[in-house]
């Protein structure tokens, strides 16, 4: 949000044809101060940017944004102020945290991370891999913390505990019940992101496997 100014967001959108803006969601998210320069409070300058969305003419519409967000306040703000709620690198723990804040009426999407190694040597060294960045960042380190890890849990690449929890991985029947996990915990939506060892790469094969295993509430 810091660096696309309200108005332009709206007009970016009202530029589209219709048929194409009802099939667009706009993601928002406070992203981190360590890439910000100007960052500041993030839930008042996100509250301060809706009411700017709002107020914009045309506005952007609350059901064409969704809004990335963990901690309770941000997320009943994205339940109020937007289409719904899209966590990132999160467990079917926090998936339950969230539905019970906002209530069954906001859409909650949630990220989950596939790891297409049924060893778990490897899966969880390829899982420490792709985490370790985000290990780094204040927001999400507080999220876990706040979701009941410890601080040895974040520590020297996070413990199993923690890459158990963050990551599916396995053959494809057990990364279909990881995935039902966040359903029965009140997910409307999983995004699965698979996670292979070329990093950058799309993950065909891995898509194709996962393909038939059907995903429930």
């Given at each position: 949000m810091w660096e696309r100014p309200p108005n332009r967001l709206a007009a970016a959108y009202h530029a589209l044809p219709p048929q194409q803006r009802n099939r667009l969601l706009i993601g928002l998210g406070v992203s981190h101060a360590?890439?910000?320069?100007?960052?500041?409070?993030?839930?008042?300058?996100?509250?301060?940017?809706l009411d700017e969305l709002d107020?914009?003419?045309?506005?952007?519409?609350?059901t064409a944004r969704i809004i990335g967000a963990h901690g309770p306040q941000m997320t009943r703000l994205a339940a109020a102020r937007s289409r719904g709620v899209h966590p990132y690198l999160v467990d079917p723990a926090h998936t339950a945290r969230a539905r019970s804040m906002p209530?069954?009426?906001?859409?909650?999407?949630?990220?989950?991370?596939?790891?297409?190694?049924?060893?778990?040597?490897?899966?969880?060294?390829?899982?420490?891999?792709?985490?370790?960045?985000?290990?780094?960042?204040?927001?999400?380190?507080?999220?876990?913390?706040?979701?009941?890890f410890t601080?040895?849990?974040?520590?020297?690449?996070?413990?199993?505990?923690?890459?158990?929890?963050?990551?599916?991985?396995?053959?494809?029947?057990r990364i279909a019940a990881?995935?039902?996990?966040?359903?029965?915990?009140?997910?409307?939506?999983?995004?699965?992101?698979?996670?292979?060892?070329?990093?950058?790469t799309f993950a065909r094969q891995a898509w194709r496997d996962l393909a038939p295993e059907p995903v429930t509430a």
């Open positions: 360590d890439f910000v320069g100007r960052y500041r409070e993030p839930y008042h300058a996100l509250r301060s940017y107020a914009a003419a045309p506005p952007l519409p609350s209530g069954e009426g906001p859409m909650l999407a949630v990220e989950r991370t596939v790891i297409p190694h049924t060893g778990a040597e490897a899966a969880r060294a390829r899982a420490r891999t792709m985490l370790a960045p985000y290990l780094r960042l204040r927001n999400y380190r507080s999220a876990w913390l706040r979701g009941g601080a040895e849990d974040l520590a020297l690449g996070g413990s199993n505990r923690l890459i158990d929890a963050l990551f599916a991985w396995g053959s494809p029947d990881r995935l039902t996990e966040h359903r029965q915990a009140g997910a409307d939506h999983v995004a699965v992101q698979v996670v292979t060892d070329t990093p950058g």
